[in-house]
């Protein structure tokens, strides 16, 4: 409910796309995946909750489907959740380091499904002073940008999606990369419908208060 009433310094466009009363979608990476879409009714989103990130992670290039070939001995059924989160940054990294993909030269110490070391690996991968937390976060954002499209086309969000949770705000300047909206956008036949889609991330923290506010606001009007 909050996303209606965010103001332009409580959000930074990632994609200005063009503005739509459409569907809009929240995608929210932490310590796990949640979503929801927010459906346009009259005058009004109303938000409907979803447990999307519990589905399948779909593999989009040769380097996520040797992800996967790596996760699934682990996991055995692979969500995109094990992908897109803080453990799911863990989880890069280790395919990484496990595989030879690219030598661990960060000094962090993780193991598949761990969530500490995910903070350690963004700062690292952002002060450019590790190859494999670079690699990984370039991996995990990529694979964020690729669901968030998905998400978008599933709900048809052509009036925005919107990036939430605490991951997006830590790693912002990394999401200002090339390689969200390169996996975000092309997914044909749609994919020009997908660039005019608004792409924001949500740089407030007291969304979901403002929410609350604007429930009981409409409640006694």
């Given at each position: 409910?909050?996303?209606?009433?965010?103001?332009?310094?409580?959000?930074?466009?990632?994609?200005?796309?063009?503005?739509?009363?459409?569907?809009?979608?929240?995608v929210s990476p932490g310590t796990g995946l949640g979503e929801c879409l927010l459906l346009r009714d009259g005058n009004r989103?109303?938000?409907?909750?979803?447990?999307?990130?519990?589905?399948?992670?779909?593999?989009?290039?040769?380097?996520?489907?040797?992800?996967?070939?790596?996760?699934?001995?682990?996991?055995?059924r692979v969500s995109v959740e094990r992908v897109v989160s803080g453990p799911g940054l863990v989880n890069v990294f280790c395919?990484?380091?496990?595989?030879?993909?690219?030598?661990?030269?960060?000094?962090?110490?993780?193991?598949?499904?761990?969530?500490?070391?995910?903070?350690?690996?963004?700062?690292?991968?952002?002060?450019?002073?590790?190859?494999?937390?670079?690699?990984?976060?370039?991996?995990?954002?990529?694979?964020?940008?690729?669901?968030?499209?998905?998400?978008?086309?599933?709900g048809y969000a052509v009036g925005g999606v919107y990036l939430g949770g605490g991951i997006p705000l830590r790693i912002l300047?990394?999401?200002?990369?090339?390689?969200?909206?390169?996996?975000?956008?092309?997914?044909?036949?749609?994919?020009?419908?997908?660039?005019?889609?608004?792409?924001?991330?949500?740089?407030?923290?007291?969304?979901?208060?403002?929410?609350?506010?604007?429930?009981?606001?409409?409640?006694?009007?």
């Amino acid at each position: 409910y909050g996303l209606a009433d965010l103001g332009p310094d409580e959000m930074e466009t990632l994609q200005a796309g063009e503005i739509h009363a459409g569907n809009r979608a929240l995608v929210s990476p932490g310590t796990g995946l949640g979503e929801c879409l927010l459906l346009r009714d009259g005058n009004r989103h109303l938000p409907v909750g979803s447990e999307g990130g519990h589905a399948d992670f779909a593999p989009r290039t040769d380097e996520e489907i040797d992800l996967l070939r790596y996760l699934r001995p682990i996991w055995g059924r692979v969500s995109v959740e094990r992908v897109v989160s803080g453990p799911g940054l863990v989880n890069v990294f280790c395919w990484l380091r496990d595989t030879g993909v690219v030598e661990d030269d960060s000094g962090i110490a993780a193991g598949p499904g761990d969530s500490a070391p995910a903070a350690r690996i963004s700062e690292a991968a952002l002060a450019e002073t590790s190859r494999i937390a670079t690699e990984a976060l370039r991996v995990w954002i990529s694979a964020f940008g690729s669901h968030a499209g998905n998400t978008a086309l599933r709900g048809y969000a052509v009036g925005g999606v919107y990036l939430g949770g605490g991951i997006p705000l830590r790693i912002l300047p990394a999401l200002r990369g090339p390689a969200f909206l390169e996996a975000f956008c092309p997914k044909s036949p749609h994919e020009a419908m997908l660039r005019q889609v608004p792409v924001h991330v949500v740089l407030s923290a007291d969304t979901t208060l403002t929410g609350a506010a604007c429930v009981a606001r409409d409640a006694v009007t």
